[in-house]
């Protein structure tokens, strides 16, 4: 078995046939299909049912797949920490996110790390939970993960700063008169709320517990950006970090009363690679702190 050859399985999968997985990798389509057959007479099993629709992986196979994308990132980490040594930082840097967290300063940190090693690749996922990105870290697939802090945090998470949460009310909303928001005025209000296993959710009933503790669902969603424009559309409230707040929406933006934050931590794989290091220093240098936010630009008069 050679590392080539869980390259070729892991491309299978995702492309979902044989053929397309060599035009990607761009190698002929017959050496693809006799590496992987040696790799599955190599192992003793089917790694893929070979339906009319195409290649999937068997439940022997989605399990081998996991391993060979571990094996095959700590390959690439491997060559990225010794090309380093010259200043050619090359591979893939795998980054996982909570869902909502960072939206304004990771992109800043991961473009300063793009100028200062033009070669790295980034690949880059939004998870729904902690736990989720727990499990993901113990598994050792990521480099880094922005997260809420939680119970499981490791002890050698790094702090960054805190996640100031606000409400988006529809357009027209009375409590948009106010600066701040209290929440026992919304006490009856429909919520347009995430996945009830996402980590968002649980700090909207954490942050409603004495106010509203059986909150009115009018919608479940999975990305923070579709909460917002649904509740800029009248769908009703919802509550989401102040950065995740996409362009145009400011306006219906409001900090709440009591305030609900959460802090914000990275956890960096163990040894940490040049990579990892190089965009944990950039995430230090981004404004964390709700209270040094830019105001937003006043409008302009005609």
Excluded at 132 to 138: A, K, S
Aim: aromatic content about 4%; hydrophobic content about 40%.
């Amino acid at each position: 078995m050679s590392l080539r050859q869980f390259e070729y399985a892991l491309a299978v999968a995702e492309e979902g046939s044989v053929t397309a997985a060599a035009e990607r990798l761009r190698v002929a389509q017959p050496s693809m299909s006799q590496q992987i057959r040696g790799l599955e007479r190599d192992l003793g099993v089917e790694l893929f049912a070979r339906t009319p629709s195409g290649l999937t992986p068997t439940v022997v196979g989605r399990a081998f797949l996991r391993e060979a994308r571990t094996a095959v990132n700590a390959a690439r980490r491997a060559t990225a920490t010794a090309r380093a040594g010259a200043a050619e930082l090359v591979g893939e840097l795998t980054v996982a996110v909570q869902m909502g967290f960072g939206t304004r300063q990771l992109p800043d940190a991961l473009g300063a790390l793009r100028r200062r090693f033009p070669r790295l690749e980034v690949t880059l996922s939004e998870e729904p939970s902690s736990a989720e990105l727990d499990r993901l870290c113990r598994r050792g697939v990521l480099d880094l993960a922005l997260m809420a802090k939680c119970d499981r945090t490791p002890a050698d998470a790094h702090r960054l700063g805190e996640e100031e949460f606000v409400v988006v009310l529809p357009t027209a909303h009375p409590q948009l008169d106010q600066q701040r928001v209290e929440l026992r005025e919304l006490k009856g209000e429909p919520w347009v709320r995430f996945d009830r296993d996402s980590a968002l959710d649980g700090v909207l009933v954490e942050a409603l517990r004495e106010t509203d503790p059986d909150p009115d669902t009018v919608a479940r969603v999975s990305q923070t950006a579709t909460a917002v424009r649904w509740a800029a559309q009248g769908l009703g409230a919802t509550l989401v970090p102040a950065s995740a707040v996409p362009p145009g929406h400011e306006h219906l933006a409001r900090p709440v009363s009591p305030a609900v934050a959460q802090p914000v931590i990275a956890v960096v794989r163990n040894p940490a690679g040049p990579a990892e290091t190089a965009l944990l220093e950039f995430l230090r240098q981004e404004n964390w702190d709700p209270r040094n936010s830019p105001a937003p630009a006043p409008t302009p008069t005609p």
